[in-house]
């Protein structure tokens, strides 16, 4: 079995992201991107899977400008067999994304699609479901745990109240969560390996999919700041305060 | 305009944050529809048909609906959409696994969790945890939109007399199975909707000390949340995570003890009317975000707040 790992290109976590003078966006100008956290965790999993033998072939794929060949190189070092990198301006919606993927899922034939539940730049969460709409495939979302069970996989997804255990059909796409597995670091010597990988480009036309944007952003802004608060002395100030000034206890 | 909102329940109760939706559906405008699908949700629907508001109920009742399987309910909602200027779920579980396999299957982009309706296509909402705000505009002629509860105030759960109707629930996909739940019980109230949150970080160090947090949250009739470290480091299970991939709480008071303050923790709870901080470390971010710092040693503080709470 194959397995598909679509992989984003974000502003790096530990980076403080900050608003454009013009209000058109966030600052993407030298400044440090890496792979969504999410998707490492998907990556990470698709090796598991094919170390335990239940996959022959893991295949990352990445969408957007050719800067997004280094994440599917960050994929290869980890582990992938494979990329594929379709070439796309930076800004692509979701379900862009989506019907994309589903171009490559028809080509590659993939028995099982790792993504990450959400990326840390739109906080959409949609890419994963709509995929698996597109391909009228089984999804598992904001997944903690999976085994596969030949033609089907048990998940257990992370839902507000607790956990939720599914049977998903395969072929199948699964949206996974943090606590599915931790990634490892690729070593030296692998990322060394990546750049020898094979590496495929193509582009949206090539796919023949639309990737005009739906929807318009026509602002972007720093949320309103907190203003700095006070520093109590103990314990007894701390529950004063809280019942006569902030009056909520 | 006519909106459509997935109602969020277990079959018993409708979700909060369902009520939160309503309000969100008001600013927009228009007749106000809601789709209960489920099984044996009779009283869900009943509850539905009372909220200030909604003009009708829609109830798709089948086994196939009863633990809102996207596969299955996604169908359902395109089968209904026609008509429909916005179709709208909370940005629960549900909603988010649902809607947007529902606007892939009517080829339209969603707009996730709005924070504010500007007008009936304008909406705003946080990208990059919540460090930028952005304004969007839909052009699609069907807009499907999440709602972050905590932005909105629910609507009236009485007042309203919504006509019901049963529509077709369309059957099994047969594409996945549900097997069974494991929730967390607990007579706390629940943590997105909870007046006062008392979470707890790394500095708790271990999951046994989150009874002292326990304790506290009991004087206070709070909710226990905790911060993606203290979920990464296995002291308490992922549905108490507060934060951008979390939960995102708005109470009236939020106290963070042993929390550093992490850009992804405050994404999930800075919109927090008042916020606490205790940390022995003084340069810790959270104090930049909070009403009331207590610089102290958490193993502390916290056995002599619950004492002075009386």
Redesign the interface.
Known sequence: MKVLVPVKRV?D?NV??R?KADNSG?ELANVKMAMNP?DEIAVEEALRLKEAGGADEVVAVSIGPSQNQETIRTALAMGADRGIHIEAPHEI???AV?KLLKEVVAREEPGLVFVG??A???????????????LG??????V?GIEIKGDSA?VV?????????????MPAVVTV???LNEPRYASLPNIMKAKKKPLDSLSAADLGVDIE???????????PA?E?????S???D??D??KNE?K?? | MSILILADHDNGQLAPATLNTVTAAKEIGGEIHMLVAGDASGDVASAAATIDGVAKVLTAADASMAHGIAENVAPLIQSIATGYTHLMAPATTTGKNIMPRVAALLDVMQVSDIIKVDSADTFQRPIYAGNAIATVTSGEAIKVVTVRGTAFEAAAAEGGSAVIEAVDAGGDSGLSSYVKSELSSSERPELTSAPIVISGGRGMQDGANFAMLEKVADKLGAAVGASRAAVDAGFVPNDYQVGQTGKVVAPDLYVAVGISGAIQHLAGMKDSKVIVAINKDEEAPIFQVADFGLVADLFEAVPELETKLG
């Open positions: 502003i976590y403080k992201v608003v966030v999410f919606e979701p379900l989506a539940k959400q840390i730049d739109d906080d959409c969460n949609q890419t994963g479901q709509m995929l698996a709409a597109l495939w089984a999804q598992g979302t904001f903690s048990a997804r992370e839902v507000d109240g607790g956990l939720e255990h599914l049977e998903v059909k969560d943090l606590r944007p739906r929807l318009t952003i026509t602002r972007v802004e720093e949320p907190r700095a608060g006070i520093r109590v103990d314990v007894g701390l529950v305060k809280l902030a909520v206890i």
